[in-house]
Structure formats: structure tokens, C-alpha cells
């Protein structure tokens, strides 16, 4: 019998449970797939938003203001990637500037720190490959990026050492109602519990929907994106939006990532499959055709992958974070859609609060609220990188050549806390895989090195979990 279990291990189910973990209190995190951050977490613009868009008033505008300020002294403590780059919402026409002005409106009264409204000269000066058909743009200096892994798997790690359990491979098929709680029914057999976080992503509705009378509709929204290789990465330094107009919609953003790519995308286009994650030609022909409407010159011939995500649009546009009044002990997390990576720290403490005071929780005096991410040798001085790999010579082993990436650092990766099990685990924690090759070169080496450590066959070893493997036989058996 747990306290609470968490179902997902987005960054929803993550922040959650590092909150959590700062009281006397035994959680599970139960997770369908391989790996945390296997879902929307993985797949997004890696945008922390300054907190303009939503609507004043709304849950939604409260925890985007709220986990911006907190995002800072996060990244601090956990020790994954984030900068305070600030943003640009682009107008084109002046026809448009009532609703640039709208915006800025709706910042202030959300509170959203320092914006200004530049014009035409000021935009340039910032970011001189801005349209030549800007007239002026809305400047929140608030805004950044960061890595949406580092940020799940550094508040997953941190959970987890701090006493958090996480299944994997766990999915849940049925919820039922027991004294004094739930029973959750999944293919690795049952789990009890008093309380329930429901933090499933475009699956949030169906487990919902499982225990109120009071339905919730989920659509997945699928966004396109195309990344470009670092060459391009300095296209722009800030996150450039298109204003939303009658002609194009929200057009496409360009943001720089925290690892010194250029990101172009997304798409918003409603599907009905939850696990519809491909790409279209319909949807990359959008992002080609928009991409230079508010930057010019972008150089799309330096795309190394396109991949598409799916967001959790709830069809009242906003998040639903409270205890259900028809099944007691059951909190909703769900219609986390943009800006619910930025809104995440801030969503965890919510969570946290209402279960502390339901259970009436005492603080954990063990808890550990830092954390220290994998070595990065390209950080150290030469004098500092000698002395390490002279100490543990993997480190000077380079796996990955697009990334340089060592297999000190996939060692790390693979026996940290929740380790890495595949090629995207390690992928995600060390950027091995994501380079201009993108894999072509050192997935068999890396796979070797997971089959050594894991102690487990080459046949074994898989993409992303599941039925994903790699190797399927040997091509000389048939001789």
C-alpha cells in the first residue's frame, strides 16, 4: 500500500514527485515506457515561456509566471541545462499592432516581468536576421530555453534518491475503488494505494475517466519540428514567435536550444491517435513554407532530423490540477499542454501542497534538494581533462564524434540513478545520437557498451524499449 502513486513519469509525474519527496511519504511512479521522459517531455520547443499568452486569471497563466521564476534556482540545484535568453513576438503588419499591444496587456496583468515593445530599429539591433518587414516586436526578457530531458531527468534522479520508487514497462489497464483508496491494475501485476496523481499526458482523460462521472476530453495535438545542425545555431540568439494573425495562425517559432542547435517548428494539427508521433510531409511542408515569415535567410538546408511531438490539449484550453469531488484521493494533472514545461516546477509544488495537507505530511528532515548531473569533460580546462582521463581513461575514449562524447560519460549515464537501458536513454542524457550524423556512427559502439555494463545480449538492446531492438540476427548464419 502506497501513500500516493503517480502515474506517468513526465515532467509533470517527476515534479511531482520531487516535491513529494520533501515529506514522509512512500511514492510510486508508475510509467508505461522504458524510461522517464518518453512522451510530450521528450518531444517540444524546450521554451521557458515568459507567461504573455494565457488567458489573466486562468491556472494556466498563474503556474507559467510562477515556474519561470522558479526555473533559475532549479536548474542551480539539479544541475541541467537552462538560459535566460528572452524572446521576441514578431509583428509584421502594422494593421497588427492592436493585438501586439493585447499581448503585452495580458503580461502585465499576469505578471510578467520588464516587457517592452521594441520598434522596427530596436527588433535589429537585438537580432539583426529578424524580417525586413517588421514593423515592431513584444521583448520579455523573462523568457529562455532549456533542455526538456535534463530538466525531467534531473527532477526524476533527485526524486528517486530522495526514496521515490519507479516502475517501468508498468502500464496501468484499470482503476479500481478499494478501502482506503484505489487499486490500479497494470501488466506487472496490482498496485494499492490511498491516493492517485494522474499525470498521463494525452492518456490523462482516460484514467479520468475511469473514476468521475464528470467527463474529460484529450486531444493530442501534434507538433512538426525540424532541428538544425550547431552551424546554424547562432541564426538567432533569442526565441522568436510569429504574432498570431487571421492569414497564418501562430506560424512557427525559431528558437535557439541550450546545446547550440536551431529549432524550427511546431505544427499544431489535432489527431486522434495518442501515440502519433511521425512526422507528415504535410506537416514539414508547413514549417518550410512559414519559417522565413519573421526570419530571414534561415538556412533549412542544414536540417539534420525533423520529429514530432504530441501536446495534451484539453478542449477548455487549460490545466486541470485538483482533487476530483467524486472520487476523493484521485488528483487530476491533466490538459498540460504549452506552457506545461515551464509550468512544471510549479505544478509539482501544487500537487505536493494539496497532498500534504490531505495527508497532513511531515517534512522529510533526509531530503536532498541537489543534484549533480553527468561530467561534461568539455567544460574542464585541458590541465583538468589530462588529470581526469589519466584517472579514469574512458573519458578520453570518444564515442560519439559529432557530440564528443566519451564513454566516461555513457558509463555515468547508464549507472546513475533510473540509468539508461537503450539508445535514447543514453541519447537523452548524454547527446549521444544527436549529432549531424545522427547515430550513424557510434549506435553500435554505444550498444556494446550497454550490452557490457547491463550484462545482457546485443539482441537485447533496443531503441527506446519495447519491440524496438536493433540487432535481429547474425548475417553470416545462413552461410
Known sequence: MYDVIIIGAGVSGAAAARELSRY???????EKSEDVCCGTSKANSGIVH???????????????????????????????PFQRKGSLVVCLHEEDRPSLQELYDKGIKNGVPDMQILEREEVWELEPNISDHVVAALYAPSAGIVCPFGLNIAMAENANTNGV?????????????IEPGYRLITNQGNYETKCIVNAAGVYADVFHNMVSEKKIHITPRRGDYCLLDKTAGKHVSRTVFALPNRKYGKGVLVTPTTHGNLLVGPTAIDIDDPEGTNTTAEGLKRIAENAGLNVKNLPMRQVITSFAGLRAHEENHEFIIEELEDAPGFIDCAGIESPGLTSSPAIGKRIAKILQEKLHLEKNPDFQGTRRGILNPAALSIKERDALIKKEPAYGNIICRCEMISEGEILDAIHRPLGAKSLDGVKRRTRAGMGRCQSGFCSPRTMEIL???LDVSMFEITKSGGDSRIVVGKNKDAL
Open 165 to 177: 520508487a519507479f516502475r517501468f514497462n508498468t502500464e496501468v489497464t484499470a482503476i479500481e475503488h
Open 24 to 30: 514522509k511519504v512512500k511514492v510510486c511512479v508508475l
Open 50 to 80: 515568459a507567461g504573455y499568452d494565457a488567458a489573466p486569471g486562468s491556472l494556466m497563466a498563474q503556474l507559467n509566471v510562477e515556474g519561470n521564476a522558479m526555473m533559475g534556482k532549479l536548474a542551480e540545484e539539479l544541475d541541467f
Open 451 to 453: 550490452s557490457r555494463e
